[in-house]
């Protein structure tokens, strides 16, 4: 693929013009445009399912903070939803624009609504995945990130098990530095494995990670009994 160079102009500063030859040269946003993905962030999904294949036909699914779709996009495909199969539920309070196979909840999240919104939707009342890409708007200071994506990890996760069933997954972005000690107690505790994993579709000077845990065991109200 040829390189584009983007020159600045008036209504151009040297950052978004930065930002958009980085775009036009990235060769997952190029695939993504091809293959008809929302965004290039499906590509991370589709590397971390390929290795632990923790998406399955006929499982059901939720995706926080989803927009603009790509990992709904993936999650549709490979449970099969299309097909009337598995079942993919998409929330985040941007809006989405409609995705086959997918329900989608305009909706925050952390709203005192979402998760009974969320549970009442779900077949059976539980899910077998959930997947949590939600990101909090970042305010420059690097600790100050940290706290809000890890605070929103932790709702993520606390959601995942309570609405989990056995032997389900959990896949949620970090940041580098890994997960804080009270959540990856509460993971471990939670899932049989629990990995902290860089795709190669994540940009090499991005701080994210992603937490991936498998094999959850149950509520653990419902492991002391």
């Not at 445009?33 to 390929?50: I, N, P, Q, V, W």
């Not at 449970?79 to 909840?105: C, F, H, M, N, T």
């Not at 997954?169 to 997960?179: D, E, L, M, P, S």
């Not at 990670?209 to 509520?219: C, D, N, S």
Request: some cysteine; overall charge positive; aromatic content about 8%.
């Amino acid at each position: 693929m040829l390189r584009v160079r983007v020159k600045t102009a008036a209504k151009r500063t040297t950052s978004s013009a930065r930002w958009l030859e980085r775009q036009l040269n990235d060769p997952y946003v190029v695939a993504a445009k091809r293959e008809g993905f929302r965004s290039r962030a499906a590509y991370k999904l589709t590397e971390l399912d390929d290795k632990y294949r923790f998406l399955k036909p006929g499982q059901r699914v939720v995706d926080l903070g989803a927009a603009p779709g790509g990992w709904s996009q993936v999650a549709a495909d490979r449970v099969k939803s299309l097909e009337g199969r598995g079942q993919v539920i998409a929330i985040d309070y941007l809006g989405v624009e409609p995705i086959p196979g997918v329900e989608i909840v305009e909706l925050d999240f952390t709203d005192d609504t979402a998760e009974p919104k969320l549970k009442a939707l779900l077949r059976d009342g539980g899910a077998d995945v959930v997947l949590s890409d939600m990101a909090a708007p970042t305010v420059g200071h690097t600790k100050t990130d940290h706290l809000r994506i890890m605070g929103l990890a932790e709702s993520a996760a606390y959601f995942a098990c309570d609405v989990l069933s056995p032997g389900g997954a959990f896949v949620c972005k970090v940041f580098q530095g890994g997960t804080e000690k009270e959540l990856l107690e509460l993971l471990k505790k939670s899932f049989g494995v629990v990995r902290h994993v860089k795709p190669p579709a994540s940009r090499s000077d991005s701080a994210e990670l992603y937490v991936v845990a498998t094999g959850f065991r149950g509520k653990l109200s419902d492991q002391t009994k």
